[in-house]
């Protein structure tokens, strides 16, 4: 069975386009970057929401045996009307930026994307040996226990959340993709195909992190055949959940 089938059998990418399943990526971030991190601040809600959430598309990963929803990641488009509306990587990383590689503030709005806010639910990142230790995050996640064949696709769900937010970038016509990550984050995606490219020096942020670059022409020319057939798969998956405009002077839309 390839890696697609095997990650078909196991989950489902859903498109966040409800006020609801909106809720249940904002929980996920929550339980991942409040409280099991401690990077952004807890509150009564339990959901971690910040500006950028308003003008950015929503990816789901759905446990089809559970129907839980074990992981998130949003692809944020700079409105193209309100130039004030920044992304992440720009409120924080242009100061670090190589300009002399590619020069982010010269690009049309509306025209490049940022990866951000991916999360994995602690309970589908364990090791099989801490299966059975209690939940003490918060009531977000369930006790589940997982099969062994369960556990073996723990490791492609976060790669099924990159495909997405890519697969987004590409439906949307954007012709660059921004992220930020730590190096380690970077070799592994680049080992599978997703070849960004650092275009900033590294800097203290939550860590040692880089601000990285993947044009449109490689946004799955290079993935290993495995992957590339997950990446279609993926595309087909959200090409029936919503219709996007692409990118043109009106801009990314729903």
Excluded at 47 to 64: F, N, Q, S, V, W
Excluded at 112 to 138: C, Q
Excluded at 187 to 202: A, M, N, P, S
Aim: proline fraction near 4%; hydrophobic fraction near 35%; charged fraction near 25%.
């Amino acid at each position: 069975m390839s890696i697609a089938e095997n990650f078909n059998q196991h989950f489902h990418i859903q498109f966040a386009n409800t006020k609801e399943l909106k809720e249940e990526a904002f929980k996920i971030r929550y339980g991942v970057y409040s409280h099991e991190l401690g990077w952004e601040a807890k509150n009564n809600l339990q959901m971690e929401i910040d500006e950028c959430d308003d003008y950015a598309y929503h990816c789901l990963l759905k446990h089809r045996r559970t129907g839980t929803y074990a992981g998130c990641v949003r692809l944020i488009i700079p409105p193209i009307h309100e130039p004030e509306l920044q992304l992440p990587f720009e409120k924080n990383f242009l100061h670090s930026a190589r300009t002399d590689i590619i020069d982010s503030t010269k690009l049309a709005r509306g025209s490049f994307g940022e990866i951000s806010r991916l999360a994995v639910l602690s309970s589908f990142r364990r090791r099989k040996s801490e299966n059975r230790k209690p939940f003490v995050m918060n009531d977000i996640e369930p006790e589940i226990t997982f099969t062994e064949e369960e556990h073996r696709n723990f490791p492609n769900i976060a790669i099924g959340l990159y495909l997405a937010s890519v697969t987004l970038s590409e439906i949307c016509n954007h012709q660059d993709l921004f992220v930020i990550m730590e190096k380690r984050l970077h070799r592994g995606l680049f080992r599978i195909g997703l070849q960004f490219e650092k275009v900033g020096d590294t800097i203290d942020y939550h860590g040692k992190r880089a601000m990285y670059h993947l044009p449109r022409e490689k946004f799955s020319a290079n993935l290993k055949p495995e992957l590339k057939e997950l990446y279609d798969s993926i595309s087909a998956e959200l090409l029936l959940q919503q219709y996007i405009v692409p990118f043109s002077n009106a801009g990314c839309r729903l």
